[in-house]
């Protein structure tokens, strides 16, 4: 597509209750990176991939998150027995590779109540 | 450690200068990225410079780079009341490959 796709756009969803967000990157972009964004914080970086492997987990919160990707293009966020301190909204980016900026999408707001 | 700093507010008027302001840890980062935030949105790259240039200028953006201060400025020529979103400035530092991102200065346009 012509930009980077993030469904669903908004979830709220029940404390305790695993939730899945989904990224489809720009065709040909091998880089693919998720940021949380909280009320009234910064970017918090999540995880990275390159192609379908993930050289950096760093950014994880804890192992409740996870996250794969497959065919080197969709990826997918898992957040299991989410937690209020998981609402945030969730943006996935998508770049050529090292260096590249990255095309951001329009980012899933999740809300944990 | 990385961390990346910015001014967090910026009012202008309308047809003024503005004139956003980041410094940066790492002194090794080979680019750095200029993105704008509107309300309910993405960000959106504006701009980037390597890390062996002085300045670049693309329109109404002009982008100087300090690599001694580690300093990066975005100046936007005849601030219009389009341009009041956040404005985050980024790094790749050489040690890593993820995006590390300042907390965003809030530019408001007043008429």
């Known amino acids: 597509g012509a930009g980077v796709s993030q469904s669903p756009s908004n979830k709220v969803t029940e404390k305790g209750k695993d939730v899945e967000l989904r990224c489809d990157p720009i065709?040909?972009?091998?880089?693919l990176y998720w940021y949380r964004q909280s009320l009234g914080q910064g970017l918090e970086f999540l995880i990275y991939f390159q192609g379908n492997s993930a050289p950096d987990k760093s950014g994880l919160p804890s192992d409740r998150f996870s996250a794969e990707r497959t065919g080197g293009s969709v990826s997918t966020l898992t957040i299991q027995r989410t937690q209020q301190e998981d609402s945030a909204v969730y943006l996935c980016?998508?770049?050529?590779?090292f260096g590249a900026g990255g095309t951001f999408g329009s980012g899933t707001r999740l809300t944990v109540v | 450690g990385e961390d990346v700093e910015q001014s967090l507010f910026l009012s202008v008027r309308e047809g003024d200068s503005s004139v956003i302001n980041c410094t940066y840890t790492?002194?090794?980062?080979?680019?750095l990225y200029w993105y704008k935030q509107e309300p309910g949105a993405g960000l959106q790259l504006l701009t980037y410079i390597f890390s062996n240039m002085d300045m670049k200028q693309d329109q109404r953006l002009t982008v100087l780079l300090n690599k001694k201060d580690k300093h990066l400025s975005l100046r936007i020529a005849d601030t219009q009341t389009g341009d009041s979103a956040i404005y985050f400035c980024?790094?790749?530092?050489?040690?890593?490959?993820?995006?590390?991102f300042g907390p965003g200065t809030r530019l408001s346009v007043l008429p």
């Open positions: 980016a998508s770049s050529l590779g």
């Open positions: 980024a790094e790749i530092p050489n040690y890593g490959q993820n995006f590390v």
């Open positions: 790492d002194s090794s980062s080979t680019y």
């Open positions: 065709s040909g972009h091998t880089a």
